[in-house]
């Protein structure tokens, strides 16, 4: 071809790449999917090196050590979603909170506690996730010094290039979706990842295994830090509120930007049956999660609020 078709051939090649392995992972065909995951979870080490060299040539300040150790000062780690029912938890609890750990994800930041850690994902061409970028620019200062952690995408490594040089401790997080076409198979591939040590520290990467959402994601990161208790706070999935749309009074003090929606529902689309890979509600993953991986190494998954859908399937923390 001309040399317009010729320089335009990359583009099309990636774009195949990408349909394709978005077609893998809906795919029906188990042995299809576990066979693409097996190949990625050999490569996935090399893959996060080869991203972060790239990133870190650009001249973004990333840690490429990965001993977050030295931050824990507890063995209960809180997770901290965005849910309405945050706005009702008392000065007393977040008391309990500051005395433990604490991982905040995503627009956490529009809350004025700062957590133990703080993660983050950008997704390509997403209204939100630039609203997300320019709170955390806003709230840089308050963050210097605590480790915020990327998870990978094609946006971060194009917004990594104006990060806040306030913040000193950015991490790079490569994410890994476990597969299963069913909750038998899912069983089936948690067990097997579980006796590989895959859930554990003894296997050093910074490639973590999910499924389906974010809250699977920080809970493997709970599990790799060897936190005994694991408590889901603001995690409603029952209700479309954040607390920043309750409570507004510290989003109008510091300037910050409230994000548009990201439902309008009545449950959040990960506890939808309708919308959930495979009909597979984020409840029922974080059950079968919990009896096949986390019970086993003597880990308790707690949730905060009564306010919640995962109340009763997961007994309230014990305040």
Request: net charge neutral.
């Amino acid at each position: 071809g001309n040399d317009n078709e010729t320089k335009s051939c990359p583009f099309l090649i990636d774009f195949n790449i990408m349909g394709l392995l978005k077609a893998v992972k809906s795919s029906q065909n188990e042995y299809l999917q576990g066979t693409v995951f097996l190949s990625n979870l050999l490569f996935r080490d090399i893959r996060h090196e080869i991203n972060t060299r790239r990133i870190i040539r650009k001249g973004i300040p990333l840690c490429t050590s990965w001993n977050f150790e030295k931050y824990k000062k507890s063995d209960t780690l809180f997770i901290l979603g965005s849910g309405g029912s945050i706005a009702d938890y008392s000065t007393e609890q977040f008391e309990v909170i500051k005395q433990h750990d604490s991982i905040g994800f995503n627009f956490w930041v529009l809350h004025e506690f700062l957590p133990t850690f703080l993660t983050l994902e950008f997704p390509d061409h997403s209204d939100r996730a630039t609203s997300l970028w320019n709170n955390l620019s806003l709230r840089s200062a308050d963050y210097a010094d605590i480790p915020v952690i990327f998870k990978y995408s094609p946006a971060v490594e194009e917004r990594c290039v104006k990060i806040p040089e306030e913040l000193n401790k950015i991490f790079l997080a490569t994410s890994l979706s476990i597969p299963g076409i069913s909750e038998g198979s899912f069983k089936k591939w948690l067990n097997f990842l579980q006796k590989k040590s895959y859930f554990s520290p003894r296997r050093e990467s910074k490639s973590i295994l999910y499924r389906q959402a974010s809250l699977s994601w920080l809970i493997t990161f709970g599990l790799i830090l060897e936190y005994k208790n694991i408590v889901l706070c603001g995690i409603d999935l029952n209700s479309p509120d954040y607390f920043f749309d309750r409570d507004k009074r510290y989003v109008e003090k510091k300037q910050l930007e409230i994000p548009d929606p990201g439902f309008t529902g009545k449950k959040h689309p990960t506890e939808s049956v309708e919308m959930s890979a495979f009909d597979t509600p984020v409840s029922r993953i974080l059950a079968i999660t919990r009896d096949v991986v986390l019970t086993p190494q003597g880990v308790r998954l707690w949730i905060g609020s009564r306010n919640s859908a995962l109340f009763p399937e997961f007994s309230l923390y014990k305040w």
